[in-house]
């Protein structure tokens, strides 16, 4: 909660009713319905806004940096009391967010911080993100009214560090709203949905791969590869290969990837040789159980490292190698209590940096928002957290997908598309611009989609050596 952060302070609160919504009765009552079949309770602790409120009384009046205002409609009029930054709303908070964007297909939903004007047909836009659409309208809105809080937790740091506001010229609007007679079409779309789910699952248990990954290798650069003329490497059968992570030693060429394993419903580390785009697997470095995934491996002071992801033992941890390429211990764990995925390390002017996926939703998602720390190398004994962390957030963009890549002097780090309602949709190059400990920007220079390449609905992870660029992409 963003009582529980350190960077600012929550110094009063109002509660109001909420106004009535004439004019879309039925789709509002049917949302509320639908929430309580599709919608997970929050497992948020609301402990420390509990205690604040219960001691309010005792808090000095102070004039406010910021108001934010998170009645619902479109009739609020809290008064900005002099706030230094004024009153800020979330579009998220409408009567209706979110609805629109899954009952008419959207790819993505938009979530907007906009700070109120005097003039109501003019905002000021202040932020915005894209989340991927869920298939569920009720559980699209609920999914982007707990997303939309870490926006607002990332602007309020930046008036922290910064003293100033941002401002984003150009936001896209949400869909329409909609209207009782949407509800027939989207309830059959609804139906569709849940009946592939459902079948998906039945092909699973028969011994069937739905949509499976599988690894790709083609010439040229990250920036310069043609994903369309790659070369497939085979998938074990009832198995598939995915976040590959080069290597090299001694003059051979190795990979370390995802095993995912059909049958149990998890992953295990493994390696292979590769030699002319022929892999022959060596063995497995981290079994199953648990789930591991994204090797992410490195060479630093003769040493080699490797930080899996360990999501679900809610902790970051670092393995050194021992005995090349199948034996490794742990020699750090960082971040206990936390769900991270996908963490890649890269040193930048002879400073180490940590980027990871957190997760601090009801919902289980890691694609939308980026964490970064200053490290004191792979050995990770001592973060310091970015001043704006979550640094990036979207479905779009936040999702780290493999190792960065220094290009001619330019740093670029490889992101998922995870918007469309497909798990790696996509893949984006995001050239670094800017990196301290109180400033981040990155722009996206490429952009691959899965859908354009034959025989494929996603592609999510990439890895360069030399002449060779190894991916992973989802097939239909």
């Excluded at 009046?61 to 979330?90: E, M, R």
């Excluded at 809080?149 to 930046?158: C, K, S, T, V, Y």
């Excluded at 970015?386 to 493999?402: E, F, K, M, Y």
Aim: with cysteine; hydrophobic share 35%.
């Amino acid at each position: 909660m963003l009582i529980e952060d350190s960077r600012f302070d929550l110094v009063s609160a109002t509660f109001g009713e909420h106004e009535a919504f004439a004019g879309f009765g039925l789709v509002h009552r049917y949302s509320k319905l639908e929430a309580k079949i599709f919608v997970p309770r929050a497992k948020v602790s609301t402990q420390a806004f509990d205690n604040f409120i219960s001691t309010i009384h005792t808090v000095t009046p102070v004039t406010p940096d910021v108001l934010v205002d998170l009645t619902t409609g479109s009739n609020s009029h809290v008064s900005d009391q002099n706030a230094k930054h004024g009153v800020w709303t979330l579009s998220s908070f409408d009567a209706l967010a979110g609805l629109g964007e899954a009952m008419f297909g959207h790819p993505w939903t938009i979530a907007r911080i906009e700070k109120r004007t005097k003039d109501p047909s003019k905002r000021h836009v202040i932020a915005s993100a894209r989340y991927d659409t869920k298939f569920a309208a009720a559980r699209n809105r609920a999914f982007l009214r707990e997303k939309s809080i870490w926006l607002l937790e990332r602007e309020l740091a930046r008036i922290s560090v910064t003293g100033q506001i941002a401002h984003q010229d150009e936001a896209e609007a949400s869909a329409n709203e909609p209207q009782a007679h949407n509800l027939p079409r989207y309830l059959l779309k609804l139906t569709y949905k849940l009946t592939e789910r459902v079948v998906d699952v039945i092909k699973k248990k028969l011994g069937g791969t739905p949509k499976p990954f599988g690894l790709s290798i083609a010439q040229g650069t990250p920036l310069s590869f043609d994903p369309a003329k790659a070369t497939e490497i085979a998938n074990p059968k009832g198995h598939y290969l995915a976040d590959p992570f080069f290597a090299q030693r001694d003059n051979e060429t190795y990979l370390f990837f995802e095993d995912y394993d059909y049958a149990t419903d998890l992953g295990k580390l493994s390696v292979g040789r590769l030699d002319n785009g022929d892999l022959t697997i060596i063995g497995d470095t981290h079994a199953a159980p648990p789930h591991h995934s994204y090797p992410f491996v490195v060479n630093h002071d003769g040493h080699t490292y490797m930080v899996p992801e360990t999501a679900s033992k809610s902790a970051l941890e670092v393995w050194r190698s021992t005995n090349w390429p199948l034996g490794w211990e742990r020699v750090g764990i960082q971040l206990e209590g936390i769900s991270c995925a996908d963490t890649s390390l890269v040193k930048r002017d002879e400073t180490w940096w940590l980027f990871t996926n957190i997760c601090r939703d009801s919902f289980g998602d890691f694609c939308s928002e980026l964490h970064v720390f200053q490290v004191s190398g792979p050995d990770l004994k001592t973060m310091v957290p970015h001043a704006l962390n979550p640094i990036v957030l979207g479905s779009d963009v936040a999702r780290n997908a493999g190792r960065f890549f220094d290009i001619n002097g330019d740093l670029y780090r490889p992101s998922q598309d995870n918007t469309h309602g497909t798990y790696g949709y996509g893949l984006n190059l995001m050239k670094v611009e800017d990196l301290t400990l109180t400033s981040y920007k990155e722009t996206r220079v490429r952009h691959i989609k899965g859908p354009d390449i034959p025989g494929a609905v996603g592609c999510h992870h990439i890895d360069w050596l030399d002449d060779n660029v190894i991916f992973d992409i989802r097939k239909a």
